[in-house]
Structures are given as C-alpha cells and as structure tokens.
C-alpha cells in the first residue's frame, strides 16, 4: 500500500489544455515536495511546500498543500508539449530525512 | 559546481554477480542517501550514511546489500548475488547537514541497473 498515492497514474492531453494532479495520503507530513523526471535521470526539485493551504506558483505551474497537510495537487495552465514528463510528489513526515514517495503520474503533452 | 555524481550510469550484470555503484556527493556534502526506484513505481528509500557510518538502514534488504560511505572516496552500494529483482534505477542524494523540511537534498542522475 503506497503511503502517498497519486493521481492520475497517466494523463494524455492536448497541447494548450489545463491539468490537475493529485497526491493524496491519510497521514500527516511536515513538507510535501514536488519532482520531474525524465527518462534515464534523476529526480528535479520543483517545489516545496511546507505550511497547510500554502499555494506556490512556478510560471504556469500551481502547487497547493491541503489545509491538513494530507494531501497536495499540482495545476499546470495551458500544458505545453516541454511538460511532458514523470511527476512525483515526495513527502517527509514529522520533519524525518527520509522521503515518502508517490507512484508518480506520467503526463504527455501533444501538439 | 558538480553535482551528486554517480556511476556507472548503466551497469548489465549476470544473475549471480556482484554489482558496485558509486556515489560521489556535493562538494561540501557529508550525509548521503540511498534510493531505489524499480520499473513504474516511485522510489524508496533505502539507507542513510554519514562519513563512516550507517545511520538508518531501515529500508535496505537484510541478505545481499550492504552500503558504505568511507572517510575518503565515494559512497557505495554493493550487491552480492544479483538476482532479476533487483534491476532498478538506484538514486543517490545528498546534503549538506541532515535532511530536513529546512533544507534541500539534491538527487543524482541515477544507476541502471539490469540483471540478465
């Protein structure tokens, strides 16, 4: 059973269309992070998110994190064919170094 | 600046050999972090050292793994015995004091590895 499930585990979508991601947990964590991935690398910090309800915005991307600090979601605006890529949201859990991870949803953007 | 350095990047092993992957932190780096990420699944964590020692090896199976991060040289996950099973992607990550919600760990680029 995945600590951190995420959602969609696969989204398809035309270039220019709006997206939302999920990452839903019953446990509380003291930070929720959010990566790409792409194919034959590692993992690339995008956000961290730290305070329940906080929103940050990286260009056309929203990242939110619940009022509980259970679950987060990221919003991309207007997707580009470049967002193609493997999200993974990462959580730590009262403040520990070790990161929680979701499975991860895989986003293709056409153009 | 160089970042968390691994390699190799892909290594082909026979079942039953033994697999070596290195790991060289951040410059400045003296707590570095093992992951694995098998096929379609996100990564788990699975051993946390400190220059010449284990801090946590909670996540790391108990038979065929072993991890070490020497006072000099690079960190290094060995795998006796391979099996099929453990062919994976295995991610290296550092910081610079102990991980935390107050800092940032920086992953590298990550060791294929593929057992026929």
């Known amino acids: 059973t995945q600590l951190l499930e995420q959602s969609p585990q696969f989204l398809s979508i035309q270039e220019g269309e709006n997206l939302t991601v999920y990452c839903n947990s019953s446990s509380v964590f003291s930070s929720l992070q959010w990566y790409r991935q792409e194919p034959g690398e590692g993992p690339v910090l995008l956000v961290t998110?730290?305070?329940g309800g906080e929103v940050k915005k990286l260009k056309r991307l929203t990242f939110q994190f619940g009022d509980a600090r259970k679950d987060s979601s990221l919003h991309i605006t207007a997707a580009q064919p470049g967002d193609t890529g493997l999200y993974l949201c990462a959580g730590l859990m009262d403040s520990n170094y070790q990161l929680i991870w979701g499975a991860g949803t895989k986003l293709i953007i056409k153009p | 600046n160089a970042g968390v350095m691994q390699n190799p990047r892909h290594l082909v092993r026979r079942r039953g050999q033994e697999a070596r992957l290195r790991c060289s932190p951040m410059?400045?780096?003296?707590?570095v972090y093992w992951y694995r990420q098998l096929p379609e699944e996100g990564l788990k964590f699975m051993v946390y050292l400190q220059k010449e020692n284990i801090i946590d090896e909670s996540g790391m199976p108990k038979e065929r793994f072993s991890a070490e991060f020497p006072k000099e040289g690079p960190s290094i996950l060995r795998i006796q015995q391979v099996v099929r099973g453990d062919s994976a992607a295995y991610f290296c990550?550092?910081?610079?004091?102990?991980?935390?919600?107050?800092?940032?760990?920086?992953f590298g680029e990550g060791s294929w590895l593929t057992v026929v």
């Open positions: 410059k400045g780096h003296s707590h």
């Open positions: 998110v730290v305070t």
């Open positions: 990550a550092s910081s610079p004091v102990v991980y935390s919600d107050r800092n940032t760990i920086y």
